[in-house]
């Protein structure tokens, strides 16, 4: 265990844990007790469980190729911590994902915005080789349909977290929040927990529409043979498909789901790409969105306020017909996504 002990002026405590292949379990005993429905209950809205840790995770690594992605870090760091509010007993954990050298940057960014948060927080630093190691097995057969480039190459393994993290996060962690880099908040980062609590039973990830016709473009094919399909259509009737800048992982409900993890076996990965003539290079986000369009009930769809993507790429590049009935979002944005490194409106 690693302390920066200077940086512990109460309330705010902060706890550096790089963790091996155990993944530090022994920190995380203690989480809330587990929930389901009464026998025989209709489906609808699970009740929340009050959990007393709060947990996202950042991928943070190749962060000294640039000042870029630090920069972009630091935006979204400052303002996830400065707009978060928690009530008394409940803790904010941050998990990062890197290796040693983004790891000590990390902590530099970290160093002038923990002193004098009003409440609890705790950073926990993961080992990008141990996970990848650990996801390898899980993924390598559908890396391949979602990586890019030509195979399943081990590095790109980490692209797939969110997809397997239910196996390799200890259980007591159940539900976690995964999140880019290239965002800035707007709103206290509790209210999005709420949203765990309107997944529906069977729902395991709440995941926002992609507002680009990226996939209008990809399942080009099946549309061509299929024309009357809603795959890769615009909202509120279509279907097209995910952005993975924000993730919520009912990890519990994805290791109890047999439908789920079902989807992960390579055979039916197979079939599935070959039904929907699907080759991607998004990762997880592909994944998503190819099992979404065969079993939408896995996912609770966020609003596109908690996921307004900035990104205009394919207005320009042979969508501008149709480019705004993705990119349309009204109400309040919560979280900007400065995704294809569009600039994030200033406050």
């Known amino acids: ?15 550096l844990l790089l963790l091996g292949a155990a993944l530090g379990v022994c920190a995380f005993l203690g989480l809330g007790a587990g929930r389901g429905p009464l026998p025989g209950a209709p489906p609808g809205p699970r009740p929340a469980p009050a959990p007393a840790r709060l947990h996202l995770l950042l991928m943070f690594t190749k962060a000294a190729r640039g000042s870029a992605l630090q920069a972009r870090a630091q935006a979204a760091l400052r303002s996830l911590l400065r707009r978060a509010r928690l009530p008394p007993g409940q803790a904010l954990h941050l998990h990062f994902v890197s290796e040693p050298r983004s790891r000590r940057i990390a902590r530099g960014l970290l160093r002038p915005l923990l002193p004098g948060l009003p409440f609890r927080c705790q950073v926990i630093f993961h080992d990008v080789d141990v996970l990848t190691e650990q996801l390898f097995p899980v993924v390598e057969a559908m890396q391949k349909h979602f990586s890019a480039g030509s195979g399943a190459y081990y590095s790109d393994s980490i692209f797939f977290l969110s997809v397997a993290m239910h196996r390799i996060m200890p259980t007591e962690i159940e539900r976690i929040i995964q999140l880019d880099l290239d965002l800035q908040y707007k709103t206290n980062i509790r209210e999005l927990f709420e949203e765990f609590d309107h997944f529906l039973q069977g729902a395991v990830i709440g995941i926002a529409r992609e507002m680009q016709p990226v996939y209008r473009h990809t399942f080009w094919q ?62 997880d986000q592909d994944f998503f969105t190819m099992i979404g369009m065969e079993h939408p ?51």
Request: hydrophobic share 30%; glycine share 8%.
């Open 1 to 15: 265990m690693a302390r920066l002990g200077a940086l512990r002026p109460p309330p705010c405590a902060l706890l």
């Open 222 to 283: 099946f549309r061509r043979e299929n024309p009357q399909t809603k795959v890769g259509e615009p909202p509120p009737d279509g279907l097209p498909g995910f952005n993975s800048g924000v993730m919520l992982l009912d990890l519990e409900a994805m290791r109890q789901s047999q439908l789920y993890n079902q989807l992960l076996e390579p055979d039916v990965v197979r079939q599935l790409t070959e039904k929907y003539h699907f080759k991607g290079h998004l990762g």
């Open 297 to 347: 009930e896995l996912f609770h769809v966020l609003n596109c306020t908690w996921n307004r993507q900035l990104c205009s790429w394919w207005r320009e590049h042979g969508y501008s017909d149709v480019f705004d009935q993705y990119f349309r979002c009204e109400g309040q944005v919560r979280i900007y996504h400065g995704n294809c490194n569009t600039p994030i409106p200033e406050d």
